[in-house]
């Protein structure tokens, strides 16, 4: 039962991000150009998953002490913000401005026909493996 909540779960987002219009590389960067051409629409796709969101968690989530699909939370224990920090959002932030492509929405958007996205997949999977080879050194 966990798997096909997952599983619908993803599937849900997906639908969100691309009936959204987060998949679309073009609308993100001109909602990212707040000095330029700015688009705020993308403003009031997320503010509307906030007025899903927030009473959602008040009156579901944060009241738990376990997860419904575990025997506990995994949190990190790591509180400081350090250089693999930084450097992990840099790049996070670089890639996102650049491509116009977050990996959330990614898969979905390799769904609704953006073969751009393959490219971005590869890069950001690529990108992972460098991390962790470089962590590892």
Do not use: E
Request: glycine share 14%.
């Amino acid at each position: 039962m966990t798997k096909f909540i997952s599983l619908f779960s993803g599937l849900l987002f997906g639908l969100g991000m691309a009936v959204s219009g987060m998949v679309d590389p073009h609308k993100v960067i001109a909602f990212l150009d707040v000095a330029g051409n700015w688009d705020p629409s993308l403003a009031f796709v997320m503010g509307g998953a906030l007025m899903v969101f927030i009473p959602g968690y008040q009156f579901l989530i944060k009241k738990r002490t376990a997860p419904i699909a575990g025997a506990k939370f995994s949190l990190s224990v790591n509180k400081h913000i350090d250089r693999k920090l930084l450097t992990g959002a840099g790049f996070f932030g670089l890639g996102w401005g650049l491509a116009g492509i977050c990996p959330g929405p990614v898969v979905s958007s390799l769904g609704v026909g953006n073969g751009q996205a393959w490219l971005f997949l590869v890069a950001m999977l690529l990108g992972m493996l460098a991390a962790n080879k470089a962590q590892k050194a």
